[in-house]
């Protein structure tokens, strides 16, 4: 495997991209917007420099890794002659399923496809292809270039020699691959939202403030940043959508999102990406408290 396409350049995607082409694969970048585009490939050029700049690589292998990717508009364009496909669109079923029928129908029967889902079923995906075989889930830690975990989630149908292909290739790219099995939520979020949402609960019911939380978290469990302080970094609307998976898939009330977390996505209170989650990021990224509605 040479030849890679990534699907969709936001956050994920472009992160994907990057390691792929530093590790010497050739990247096909794909997302119906250009402007996209530019900026995930800013975005990797800003990593890049910023790894030249601690002496982690030097020059040329930021340039080589910059010429190692093509961005693309068109799909039936950008999996023209490649090995594996890695999708990273929004955490949306249908539109997932939407592109993995696309994909099939425009791939050869030979490539791996696979899907950067945090939370949705590989079997279902799987499940509009005619290579159900070939689906499997390639689930990067953010930020892609430093986390090393990539949870590997097989299908129903997933083959043994494809989960140790992408195992293989988790490996080439200096990660650490897990292989997990297929249910809502797999391992890491199945146990990290609950958590997440735990701590926005108990926001909700005043047992203390934002920062309060955040420092019981970090300091009396050695986290490094605190439950709502991540949630404002994953995306609230990417928490609501996980748990609302994980609550549709196991019907368990524990997995209901709590209202405070319903309100602020619906407000487009989405964290660090809209300026303002739990805390304000409106003049800089650094988390500050939000003012009193949160005290």
Known sequence: MKNIAVIGAGTMGNGI????????????LIDISEASLEKGIATITKNLDRMVSKERINEDAKLATLQNIQTFTKIQE??????????????NTDLKCAIFKELDALCAPEVILATNTSSIS??????VTQRPDKVIGMHFMNPVPIMKLVEI??????????TQTIMELSTSLGKTPTEV?????????????????EAIETLYNGVAGVVEIDTVMKLGMAHPMGPLQLADFIGLDVCLSILNVMYDGFKNPKYAPCPLLVNMVMADKLGIKSGEGFYDYTT????EKVASQFS
């Open 78 to 91: 950008g999996v023209k002659e490649i090995d594996l496909v890695v999708e990273a669109a929004t955490e």
């Open 153 to 162: 989630i097989r299908g129903y149908s997933t083959s043994d020699s494809v």
């Open 181 to 197: 099995n297929d249910y809502p939520g797999f391992v890491a979020n199945r146990i990290l939202m609950p958590m997440i949402n």
């Open 122 to 127: 590989i079997t279902k995906i799987a499940a």
């Open 284 to 287: 800089s990224r650094k988390a």
């Open 17 to 28: 991209a990057h390691v792929f082409a530093q590790k010497g694969y050739k990247v096909h």
